[in-house]
């Protein structure tokens, strides 16, 4: 067990729709990861949140954000939702940007 | 961009016998490269970090290597044994992204201890 959760565990939503997902780091870790993982794109980083602010930005689609609150938790935001948009997402924490992530259990979407 | 490569998508070994596993990347150098092990349909665990300024890391039956001149990372498990089987990442930093430190994943390579 990592520390870190994911909530939910698997998602089933229709095109066009919009979801949330959430997580909760490791107790202390500042940093939250999001990563998308689908089976012909391996784990691309999509975003990084340091202690409530933005620190880096990767393969993230406009139609994606996220934002993470005061008490560190985070939530990403999938809207107008497309086929290719069936994924594995996993949230990692570290204590700050040098260390190793310690990974959550991940949220499977499936978008029909 | 960094590119990433490790070596076969997928290596069986026989039990008992040591697994090494590449990562090769191609552009700048990143000042520490990671290893991870992934089960299907789980997160990674992070298993093993090693800075540009060491030339091996050990933890137990695990062992990585980094040479900055050839750009390629070993990752050893000696004596290995069915319960190794999984996908192993290795991960990048990107020194250019400031104190962001952000991490590109190789796609891993997938490892199958046969009994």
């Known amino acids: 067990d990592s520390g870190v959760t994911q909530t939910p565990k698997h998602l089933i939503t229709a095109t066009g729709q919009r979801v949330t997902l959430r997580c909760s780091p490791r107790s202390g870790d500042l940093s939250v990861y999001w990563y998308q993982q689908s089976l012909d794109q391996g784990l691309q980083f999509l975003i990084q949140y340091y202690n409530g602010e933005e620190r880096a930005k990767g393969n993230i689609l406009e139609r994606f954000s996220a934002q993470q609150f005061p008490d560190l938790h985070s939530e990403l935001n999938l809207s107008s939702l497309e086929l290719g948009d069936s994924a594995l997402y996993f949230c990692?924490?570290?204590?700050?940007?040098?260390?190793?992530?310690?990974f959550g259990p991940g949220t499977r979407l499936t978008v029909l | 961009s960094q590119k990433i490569e490790q070596n076969s998508e997928a290596l069986n070994i026989q039990e008992g016998k040591t697994a090494t596993l590449t990562c090769n990347y191609t552009n700048y150098s990143p000042a520490y490269l990671q290893w991870y092990r992934q089960d299907p349909g789980r997160g990674p665990v992070f298993l093993l970090l090693i800075r540009e300024n060491e030339k091996e890391k050990r933890k137990e039956r695990l062992k990585v290597t980094f040479d900055t001149t050839l750009k390629q990372s070993l990752f050893h498990i000696t004596a290995s044994q069915p319960a190794d089987s999984a996908t192993y990442l290795c991960?990048?930093?990107?020194?250019?992204?400031?104190?962001?430190?952000?991490?590109?994943f190789g796609s891993g390579t997938q490892l199958t201890v046969l009994p």
């Open positions: 990692a924490s570290s204590d700050n940007s040098y260390n190793e992530q310690f």
């Open positions: 991960a990048l930093d990107d020194p250019n992204s400031g104190s962001a430190r952000q991490l590109t």
